[in-house]
């Protein structure tokens, strides 16, 4: 079996910042792109930022400049730093991998999630 933990979500005022990680743990033979969605409350989970193995990264438009991802391939874990937040930022954060196991198959996997909540 092959998991997502993240970690790192809380309370923080608008402006603050914060820095999400996304630990995998398993059977993992490699993972490539891995990814961050958020859902805010009432809304539909939306993409916010990937990052393959070798380290392209894609952040979507509305928090580019604000959100950044990263990885530790030795640590299979992804982080996104999120700087500046605004109350707009308030979500569940989860973390979203395809995991190509030890058994030789893919897995498509997800996080928890972890809740973001901007507000003074």
């Known amino acids: 079996q092959v998991q997502l933990v993240e970690s790192g979500g809380g309370l923080v005022q608008p402006g603050g910042s914060l820095r999400l990680s996304c630990a995998a743990s398993?059977?993992?033979?490699?993972?490539?792109?891995m990814d961050w969605y958020r859902q805010a409350p009432g809304k539909q989970r939306e993409f916010v930022a990937s990052i393959t193995r070798g380290g392209t990264t894609n952040v979507v438009d509305s928090v580019k400049g604000r959100f950044t991802i990263s990885r530790d391939n030795a640590k299979n874990t992804v982080y996104l730093q999120i700087d500046s937040l605004e109350p707009e930022d308030t979500a569940v954060y989860y973390c979203?991998?395809?995991?190509?196991?030890?058994?030789?198959?893919?897995?498509?996997?997800w996080g928890q999630g972890t809740l973001v909540t901007v507000s003074s």
């Open positions: 979203y991998a395809q995991i190509l196991t030890t058994a030789r198959v893919y897995l498509p996997v």
């Open positions: 398993g059977s993992i033979f490699s993972i490539n792109a």
